[in-house]
């Protein structure tokens, strides 16, 4: 099973890209609400593919990366 990361300060944006996931996908889906909640849960082993916006508060998906 793959476990997937997505990133986003908006809960409509989390939420409208897992469910654009495949069916057929068995993935553990994670959340984030900005990038320092992301790279927690990156060093807590989630996200082995990761989605990310680029525009959050608190730490944006530039400095993520």
Known sequence: MYSVLICDDSMVAR???????????????????????AITALEEGKGQ??????????????QTL
Not at 15 to 37: R, S, T
């Open 15 to 37: 939420k409208q890209v897992a469910k654009c996931l495949p069916q057929d996908w068995e993935v553990a889906v994670h959340f984030a609400n900005h990038g320092q909640q």
């Open 49 to 62: 593919l990761m989605f990310l916006d680029l525009n959050m508060p608190i730490m944006d998906g530039y």
